[in-house]
């Protein structure tokens, strides 16, 4: 028999409805034996997800010291779900117990007691589904992360798997019948509650379906596809049915939400081919994301955009010749716990790219203290607003002129560009421009490498 890790995120278990089609799929093939669960997601384009009103609840008792407001709200969202597919009122009662049990808990350490409540989403999501499946005829059994051994680094909200975890995971491949898990946490050694990024059920999908060596690893959202470039912005963008690995990592960093980019690298180390489907349309064929592709040169085959950067842009003159100046401007990054993104740079000048949201004015004016006392530089700047485009595909590194016709796109569409990058494996080009010309820009390099009809070229 195969053996399928089906992922299914938040709006496919949004309400009983929707859990009921989740339920089909899961009967519909005997294969799909490992169930990921995220947590309840929006119902409708106002609604609030789960895990966000679980973070309203952490906050408020942290804030107050109190949150019973906000803690019915969560509590009559899945109150209405238990009904809605006839299960019994205790397990609502158990819910609302173990999430008071939840806001008890020590609120020294912030992130950990937030991550203690954000997890619970995905953890009695899980429940619920596992108790639905049962009712309706499958053995379907919910297994918590810390009896599976999913063990995680204690960076809560930002966690990574240890190491060690596959050989305990591999195990859930002789789990008889059907294993419901929760997604976005483990546990840490001490035995916390710790949580993968926002969007994080797609990498336990992936490290399970590593570890037990799935055939598949499935994973449905409510897209019929990845698509060249986000349909928000260009409703007309085609579907894209076949990526490689490197190109869906590539996307997912620079903004393409159907998969996140840090669930790639578990399923690629394991060689498991990953496939997106859609929930309310399992027919439709979807994408797959394989180790490689038959590819033409010339191949772009998505542009994907993400706002959210900034740049530190230092200066000095003969900066090329002085060693170790990066490593030292580095060097006060990581004294102030900021990752860079990219660092273009030039003969007298480097910046540093990093996300918007690591750079609070607290550590913008150390670090722009630090690098003007330690470093002399004849300017640093501070730049916010940055957005950042990609040009991705396996056949650019082959194919001629295509900055070119990228950059000349972007100067018709009055676009400037303020930084402009060739990855090192050349399967992407990044352009850095303001915030406010992003859909603009995503608009323009789409009709230069999609719409023949406006002078681009169908490349793949
Ligand atoms: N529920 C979590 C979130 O909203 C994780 C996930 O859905 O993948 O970020």
Known sequence: MGLKVVKFGGTSLADAGQILKVFEIVKADPDRRIIVVSAPGKRHKTDT?????????????????????????????????????????????????????????????????????????????????????????????????????????????????????????????????????????????????ATFPRGGSDITGAILAAAVQADVYENFTDVDSVYACDPHIVPEAPPITLLTYREMRELAYAGFGVFH????????????????KNTNRPSAPGTQIVPERPYSAGGVVGVASANGFSTIYVSKYLMNREVGFSRRLLQILEDENISYE???????????????????????ARVVGRIQAELAPDDVEVEHGLALLMIVGEGMRYTVGLAARATRALADAGVNIEMLNQGASEISIMFGVQEADRKKAVRALYHAFFAPAHGGEQTV
């Open 49 to 193: 997800k789960v895990t966000d009103l679980l973070i309203a609840c952490a906050e408020a008792m942290l804030k107050h010291g109190a949150a019973e407001q906000e803690l019915a709200v969560v509590v009559q969202r899945f109150a209405e779900i238990q009904q809605a597919l006839g299960l019994p009122d205790s397990i609502t009662r158990a819910i609302e117990t173990d999430l008071r049990q939840r806001l008890a808990g020590d609120r020294q350490h912030h992130g950990r007691f937030l991550d203690g409540l954000k997890a619970a989403g995905e953890d009695h999501c899980a429940q619920l589904v596992a108790a639905a499946f049962r009712q309706k005829g499958l053995d379907a059994h919910y297994v918590s992360p810390r009896e599976a051994g999913l063990l995680l680094s204690a960076q809560f909200g930002n966690a990574q798997v240890l190491e060690k975890s596959y050989a305990r995971l591999a195990e859930l491949r002789h789990h008889s019948g059907v294993t419901i898990f929760p997604g976005f946490f483990g546990y840490t050694e001490a035995g916390e509650v």
């Open 261 to 276: 980019d840090e669930a790639i690298v578990p399923a690629v180390q394991a060689g498991v081919t990953i496939g997106i």
């Open 342 to 364: 990219h660092a273009p740079s030039g003969i007298d000048n480097t910046s540093m790219i990093v996300r918007s949201r690591e750079l609070t004015p607290a550590r913008e």
